[in-house]
């Protein structure tokens, strides 16, 4: 895609990546995301809008509030920050409508979901149900063609995480299961590619973590799965299909 468009979809990613941070902050406590501006953590100052610019006004500040001079987490930028190339990254690779659409609804749930499962050890509904209803309706309308294989693979995605979810739910959630079914009916059948992908990501580290700290304190500190399968789904998103092409070419 033109750059140009490129640019613009990263400068949208900075302004969602905004809303995003109030989003990973508010929905967990039950507080509505909509209106109600932000206020620093220690001082309970509003934030300024001059001070509330994504990635500049941290940057400019250093990190601190502009009042009682607290730090301010390096996580807010870093949601902006990787919002913005996320956007960037689908409008760059993303070659019809339905791509971008999707492509957009996937990652723009990906960033909360990957922060409030490492926050919360849950996936709300809040984000899934929503996420998945604008990938259906989207779908329908753009590339109505495509609907149904969208569908088999969500429907597929979510129940094949569905039997160690019920089996193991210390180890995956219900969260998990619906965070699948949101990937599949985003990406189609390079959702395989994405639970793969997050299969291995979290044996591995899990491999190292035992290594270094042991098995029993690594069962402790696992990380959730969710982060796991975002990062299955970007990496699925940069080169799910291609890989599909690879594999049933290849035998
Ligand atoms: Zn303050």
Same mark, same amino acid.
């Not at 979809?9 to 406590?29: D, E, K, Q, T």
């Not at 180890?171 to 639970?195: N, R, S, W």
């Given at each position: 895609?033109?750059?140009?468009? /490129?640019?613009?979809?990263? !400068?949208?990613?900075?302004?969602?990546?905004?809303?995003?941070?109030?989003? %990973?902050?508010?929905?967990?406590?039950?507080?509505?995301?909509?209106?109600?501006?932000?206020?620093?953590?220690?001082?309970?100052?509003? /934030?300024?809008?001059?001070?509330?610019?994504?990635?500049?006004?941290?940057?400019?500040?250093?990190?601190?509030?502009?009042?009682?001079?607290?730090? %301010?987490?390096?996580?807010?930028?870093?949601?902006?920050?990787?919002?913005?190339?996320?956007?960037?990254?689908?409008?760059?690779?993303?070659?019809?409508?339905?791509?971008?659409?999707? #492509?957009?609804?996937?990652?723009?749930?990906?960033?909360? /979901?990957?922060?409030?499962?490492?926050?919360? @050890? @849950?996936?709300?509904? =809040? /984000?899934?149900?929503?996420?998945?209803?604008? !990938?259906?309706?989207?779908?329908?309308?753009?590339?109505? $063609?495509?609907?149904?294989?969208?569908? &088999?693979?969500?429907?597929?995605? =979510?129940?094949?995480?569905?039997?160690?979810?019920?089996? @193991?739910? $210390?180890?995956?959630?219900?969260? $998990?299961?619906?965070?699948?079914?949101?990937?599949?009916?985003?990406?189609?059948?390079?959702?395989?590619? =994405?639970?793969?992908?997050?299969?291995?990501?979290?044996?591995?580290?899990?491999?190292?973590?035992?290594?270094?700290?042991?098995? !029993?304190? !690594?069962?402790?500190?696992? &990380?959730?799965? #969710?982060?796991?399968?975002?990062?299955?789904?970007?990496?699925?998103?940069?080169? #799910?299909?291609?890989? &599909? $092409?690879?594999?049933?070419?290849?035998?």
């Amino acid at each position: 895609m033109l750059p140009m468009l /490129i640019a613009l979809s990263a !400068a949208f990613g900075l302004l969602i990546g905004s809303f995003l941070n109030v989003v %990973i902050h508010r929905l967990p406590l039950g507080v509505s995301v909509a209106g109600g501006r932000s206020e620093c953590p220690s001082c309970h100052h509003q /934030i300024r809008a001059y001070d509330n610019v994504p990635v500049f006004s941290w940057l400019v500040l250093r990190g601190h509030c502009r009042d009682c001079h607290a730090p %301010i987490s390096a996580r807010y930028p870093v949601v902006e920050g990787v919002t913005a190339v996320l956007w960037a990254l689908v409008a760059a690779i993303a070659t019809d409508t339905v791509d971008v659409v999707l #492509g957009i609804v996937l990652v723009t749930a990906l960033v909360p /979901i990957t922060l409030i499962d490492l926050d919360h @050890r @849950r996936i709300p509904n =809040a /984000i899934t149900l929503p996420a998945a209803i604008v !990938a259906i309706a989207a779908g329908a309308a753009i590339d109505p $063609d495509g609907q149904v294989t969208r569908l &088999i693979a969500g429907i597929a995605a =979510a129940g094949f995480l569905f039997v160690p979810a019920f089996l @193991r739910p $210390d180890g995956m959630g219900l969260g $998990d299961v619906k965070l699948a079914g949101v990937i599949g009916l985003c990406l189609g059948p390079a959702v395989a590619v =994405a639970i793969l992908v997050a299969l291995v990501a979290g044996t591995v580290w899990g491999v190292v973590l035992g290594a270094r700290v042991g098995v !029993a304190e !690594a069962r402790k500190t696992q &990380i959730p799965f #969710g982060p796991y399968l975002a990062f299955g789904a970007v990496v699925a998103l940069v080169a #799910g299909q291609p890989l &599909i $092409d690879w594999y049933t070419g290849a035998f």
